[in-house]
């Protein structure tokens, strides 16, 4: 009977059901391969197993956000690793370090989802049967139901039959007759939303993994009117996923004109970033030159590319002459900062020199830039005091030899390797180091040359990213919450009316309600339901329950 | 300009001293919740053992009454509406009467209680408008600001459910305990300066993405107060039926049955999955467009996920057998303290989540 035969339908309803068994297999010795085969497969796809799995999802995720990430943090790895001497190698070989692409993790995770869909296809089956069938006919008694009810009318049994199938029709219930009664169901969509919902994580599942096989990501720094062509080798920093092909690259670029902070100048957060904006001029393959703003919040959507606006800084513009008095380099230097107030560090590598006497040489520069100068701190030296260029100073030491950059290895273009390189020193023997403001020149000692500080430009860096697949999680994620939605509010039930001549000219009308999910308020519909069948088949008093060959005595002691 | 920013200034000291004054008449209300619950206690102590047992029956005899009621009209067969009977599985046992028990000091202290609430309410949403209006933006960008919104919220559900006529007021000694707690902490530990939000912030995501998790916050607050008390009530029962007593059974008698306990937690749980679902995923939308990955196993990225999982489980939980009631209960609890881990442990503990715009150091 409907009440006592457990369905796969109920085995992964969110809501709770009846006590059943949730299918286990036949154990015992004489299993065969295929037996255990199967068996496993039914441990695998039994919600208790599904449950155990859900746990161990959420406590295989914790350990990644406590100990550093290399995805996201690869500096804080290293220090671990540095700081750890057993338990960094340990952590490293059991994967610590990328928890969400881990073996154990991901196990755990493509286990759920086999498991889900063991669950979901026989299932999908079954409510394809269920919606083809009619509703299952009524329980021989209906008294042990939930909820109940019974009286007798003078209405002949097909008049109220016709009248329940009437009534329960109009309240959308779908209904089935069977001799001397009729079935009726309702809130099919629960199931629908559940199964929904199930294949909607799997429709994410594939989006996230089509986001990870296909994704490029690369960072680029841009000096204010400088430009970005997308293409592998503009690039300061590129990663993309096993099935990118780099060759796909292209089909836009930009250029920066001009970037924008805003900054708080009171306040307990003077200092705080209020606005950043890129103004940037874009075009697509084959199309005009656009202009555009890119802020935080707002990134640049081109080719099937997003351009995020990721950090800013300042770029001091200098001159370099050499010995000879020609000009050895001149551009911006993008310095880096170093803290909110954009204390920033950076150098200039001057490759093609030309010293007084003709020889060739090379110079580098290297130093502290501060936007906004109130006096160098004792401990921390030149430090600035606000983001924005109130009071802005270079601060520069310099060097003459070799500057490593010939020698094939790669190089930071940020920081000076002095290793082989001398530093200029004053008359005195201290070494040459000098404080400037935007238009003053650091000569160097014996006429070697000079470096003028013109003024300052400013960079940001972006972010340039595709991702396929989004749009697809994006899917699976309204599609999840729709199904989610529908699971949990919609509830299922089904009524039946029972009408049965009591061979005294009367009808004894019987109706009753099951709910199948917890929430369900049967008793309430079911007096709705039997007040308007009511209406059409009023009571009459009952005939002495003795004259009813079926009745059952236990009925008789509840309607006392 | 100026003058503007001095208006602020005043509007978010303003907005202090009436947080500060909600304080104090949540404060008073507790006070009275506490006196409801000793008063309660103290009229039946004499009687309790037979009580208990009056009780028992009672229930037993409200349990087998139908849903719909009778009436009859006039006649004496003719029935106005067909009378519906019940059967329920398991036990039958009616909620308790509230903690005032039948004492009527205890009932007018509860209902001053009730009415300190409704002002120290009122009092607690003006501050937090008046610091919205201080900021001109949604008054829930720092953790100060989320504490003082969240505890709001979970007072204006309470209150919004007492005055649907919803039987929850044996919730508000354990509701003002925790807004107490929660705005001490927002005073003290998470106080901020009101201020502007930096750039990553500025976004209508803000107002979608933390209202739903405050909402959820809130219920699935209610739902893990009911997940306790079930668990207490059950104990309570068992033994009960067992013959045997328990330890301050006065105050477990005054609870609703772990029935009723057990369906609240449930429904509450139930009904705010979808949101948080929700929350997540708007958080996952405006992660995409702020730093350029709609996920990125970010601390806080992390634990939403695993307070999703959880809950997960605990909805599954209840449909499996051998993990109905008291394991669905136990998992409720965890997958609450795993939410308020994410909210407050993630920002204090954890380094490195990009949500640290908590304004804490």
């Known amino acids: 009977m409907s009440t006592t035969k457990t369905d796969a339908a109920e085995v992964m309803s969110s809501a709770p059901a009846d006590d059943t068994g949730t299918g286990e297999g036949p154990g015992g010795p004489q299993l065969g391969p295929v037996g255990w085969l199967r068996w496993l497969w039914r441990q695998l796809t039994s919600m208790r197993v599904a449950l155990v799995l859900l746990f161990l999802l959420s406590l295989a995720a914790v350990p990644g956000s406590l100990v550093p990430q290399e995805g996201s943090d690869p500096v804080k790895v290293q220090d671990f690793v540095d700081r750890h001497e057993t338990l960094g190698p340990l952590y490293e070989k059991i994967g610590m370090f990328h928890v969400y692409s881990s073996t154990w993790f991901s196990a755990v995770y493509i286990l759920l989802f086999v498991s889900l869909i063991g669950c979901i296809v026989p299932r999908t089956w079954q409510f394809v049967g269920v919606l083809r069938a009619r509703p299952p006919a009524a329980p021989r008694r209906l008294e042990r139901m939930p909820a ?9 049994a097909d008049e109220v039959l016709a009248a329940a199938r009437r009534i329960l029709g109009r309240r959308r219930f779908r209904t089935g007759a069977s001799d001397g009664s009729v079935a009726a169901e309702k809130g099919y969509l629960r199931e629908a939303g559940n199964l929904v919902f199930h294949i909607a ?12 096989l296909y994704m490029s990501e690369g960072t680029k720094l841009v000096v204010e009117g400088d430009g970005f062509a997308n293409n592998l080798t503009q690039y300061d920093d590129f990663k993309d996923g096993n099935l990118f092909d780099r060759d796909d690259l292209g ?27 890129a103004d940037i001029t874009y075009w697509e393959a084959g199309g005009e030159e656009k202009k555009a703003v890119v802020s935080s919040n707002h990134p640049l959507e081109v080719a099937g590319y997003k351009a995020y606006l990721t950090g800013h800084g300042y770029a001091p513009v200098v001159t370099v002459r050499d010995g000879q008095g020609d000009v050895a380099y001149r551009g911006p230097a993008p310095f880096l900062p170093m803290d909110g107030n954009v204390t920033s560090q950076g150098v200039v590598k001057v490759t093609d020199y030309v010293g007084k006497d003709g020889e060739r040489d090379q110079l580098g520069f290297s130093g502290i830039f501060v936007p906004t100068f ?17 009071n802005p100073v270079l601060f520069l030491t310099a060097y003459r030899g070799d500057l490593g950059v ?37 000569e160097l000692p014996d006429g070697a040359g000079s470096l003028t500080f013109e003024r300052i430009d400013e960079w940001a860096t972006f972010q340039v990213t595709s991702k396929p697949g989004t749009d697809l999680a994006l899917a699976g994620a309204i599609a999840a919450i729709a199904g989610l939605s529908g699971s949990l509010f919609i509830q299922r039930r089904r009524v039946w009316v029972r009408a049965t001549p009591d061979g005294h000219g009367r009808t004894v009308v019987e ?26 088949a009023p009571a009459v008093p009952e005939q002495q329950p003795e004259q009813r060959p079926d009745t059952d005595p236990d009925t008789d002691k509840e309607r006392a | 300009m100026n003058i503007a920013a001095a208006a602020n200034e005043n509007m978010a000291q303003l907005s202090n001293y009436l947080v500060y004054s909600a304080l104090a008449v949540y404060t008073l209300a507790f006070l009275a919740h506490i006196a409801e619950w000793a008063f309660g206690s103290r009229s039946r102590i004499a009687k309790q053992s037979a009580a208990l047992t009056a009780q028992e029956q009672e229930a037993k005899a409200s349990a087998a009454a139908p849903a719909v009621t009778v009436r009859a009209a006039g006649g004496t067969a003719t029935l106005e509406r067909p009378k519906v009977v019940t059967r329920n599985r398991g036990r039958d046992v009616a909620d308790g009467l509230g903690a005032a028990g039948e004492d009527e000091k205890g009932e007018l202290l509860g209902r001053i209680a009730i009415s300190l609430t409704t002002l120290a309410f009122l009092i607690h949403l003006a501050g937090v408008v ?6 001109e933006r949604a008054p829930w960008a720092n953790m100060y600001e989320f504490s003082t919104t969240f505890s709001m919220v979970a007072v204006g559900v309470y209150l919004g459910l007492l005055a649907a006529g919803k039987k929850v007021r044996w919730i508000g000694l354990f509701l003002i305990t925790t807004v107490l707690l929660d705005l001490g902490l927002a ?36 739902g893990a107060v009911s997940s306790l008390a079930y668990l207490v009530r059950d104990s309570y029962e068992s033994r009960l039926e067992a013959g045997r007593t328990m330890r301050l059974s006065t105050v477990w008698r005054r609870l609703p049955s772990a029935a009723t306990l057990d369906k609240l937690a449930y429904r509450v749980n139930a009904i705010v999955f979808p949101l948080w679902t929700f929350t997540i995923i708007a958080g996952a939308i405006w992660a995409e467009a702020a730093w350029g990955r709609y996920w990125g196993w970010d601390p806080k990225e992390t634990w939403s996920f695993i307070t999703w999982v959880v809950y997960a489980a605990y909805l599954h939980a209840r449909a499996t057998a051998g993990w109905k009631g008291r394991k669905a209960a136990y998992l409720a609890l965890i997958a609450f303290a795993c939410w308020i881990f994410n909210y407050y442990g993630v920002n204090m503990f954890v380094t490195g989540s990009l949500h640290s715009y908590a304004g804490v150091e």
């Open chain 1, 406 to 442: 010939d020698s094939g290895i790669a190089q930071n273009v940020y920081q000076l390797d002095n290793e082989r390189m001398e530093q200029f020193t004053d008359a005195d023997g201290t070494p040459l180091a000098q404080m400037m403001k935007p238009g003053d020149t650091m």
């Open chain 1, 201 to 212: 994580l799997i429709v994410m599942l594939v989006g996230f993994a089509a986001g990870q």
């Open chain 2, 130 to 135: 008046t610091r919205g209006l201080s900021v």
């Open chain 1, 511 to 536: 109706t009753a309600a099951l709910g199948r999910s917890e929430s369900a308020r049967v008793a309430e519909e079911l007096g709705d339901i039997a007040a308007l069948l009511h209406n059409e």
């Open chain 1, 251 to 277: 089909g836009f670029g930009f250029t920066l004109d001009e970037f924008t902070g805003t900054y708080e100048r009171s306040g307990p957060q003077r200092g705080s970033a209020r606005d950043f904006r």
């Open chain 1, 374 to 390: 109130e006096g160098a701190s004792a401990t921390r030296g030149m430090v600035s005091a606000f983001p924005a260029l109130d």
């Open chain 1, 148 to 156: 109940h009810a019974r009286w007798s009318t003078d209405a002949p």
């Open chain 2, 187 to 222: 005073l003290t530990v998470l106080y901020t300066e009101s201020d502007q939000l930096v750039p990553a912030l500025q976004s209508p995501w803000l107002i979608v993405h933390v209202a739903c998790a405050i909402i959820c916050g809130a219920s699935f607050y209610v």
